[in-house]
């Protein structure tokens, strides 16, 4: 049976009351929730001028990532489909304004507001079809163009993800870009099954030198080079902004002599009245007459 909890049930009912409060009161998870938040706030490359930014932290959970946005001085606005969840972010006092809701319904937030956003493994679970109406691609399209919607012009997403194949990074990072983000995935540590972390970075508006990816960290902490990644666990994957283009309409090329030749002698073989061949059989008419 596997153990990753998208797969067992949908967060709303994973993430009951006893789950939730089990979840928040174990020391491993709050470390490893620190360390994700504080690598997923370097990677946004908010301006060092002591000014707070209102972020948002979509799959907040009990608040232990808002925890990380209020160290370092930033407001922040949690969203979370689980009332257990948001019951404990409660008890626990924390900084941050809590909003009850599923980001597959796609965000009701003001547009241009949000000057930067997050997600700790939480962007993986709308790759699932946990109700009959659920379609992963048509979710994870209001989750993004939502998401660019609210966010300022020049501001990055940055989302820890775990993806259970390349399938579901390929569905996740496609429906990015074609809400209009630019960016790709950064690794850290990519050689390493138990240290190896994926994040999606992405941002709102259009590519520019700002808009580049950073480098994955390597096994030390230093930054992973290219030839050190292989093809398939490569340290960053840029794709620019490129808005999907409509379908043109492929125009087929015209019937040719031969074809009409061939064609009327099938159609005599089958017994049907075809008129006869002329000299002016398949020749192509003038755009004038």
Known sequence: ???????????EIFYDDSEAR????????????ARLSERALELLALSVDGIPRLLLDIGCGSGL????????????????VS???LNIALEREVEGDLLL?????GLALRPGIIDGAISISAVQWLCNADKSS???????KAFFGSLYRCLARGARAVFQVYPENIAQRELILRSAMHAGFAGGVVIDY???????????VLTCGVPSISTAVPRGKGEGGESCSEDESSEENQTVCISDRNRPKKKQKITRKGKGKDWIF???????????????DTRYTGRKRKARF
Do not use: C, F
């Open 22 to 33: 089990k979840y928040t009161s174990s020391s491993r998870i709050i470390d490893i929730q």
């Open 190 to 200: 990519p050689h390493s099954a138990k240290s190896r972390k994926e994040y999606l």
């Open 262 to 276: 061939k064609k009327k002698e099938q159609l005599r073989r089958k017994g049907n009245a075809v008129p006869p």
């Open 65 to 80: 990532s808002g925890e990380t946005l209020t160290e370092n001085g930033h407001q922040w606005i949690g969203l979370d």
């Open 134 to 140: 659920h379609e992963p691609r048509l979710r994870l």
């Open 83 to 85: 009332q257990s969840m």
């Open 101 to 105: 809701g599923d980001m597959g319904q």
């Open 1 to 11: 049976m596997s153990n990753r909890p998208e797969l067992l049930a949908p967060p």
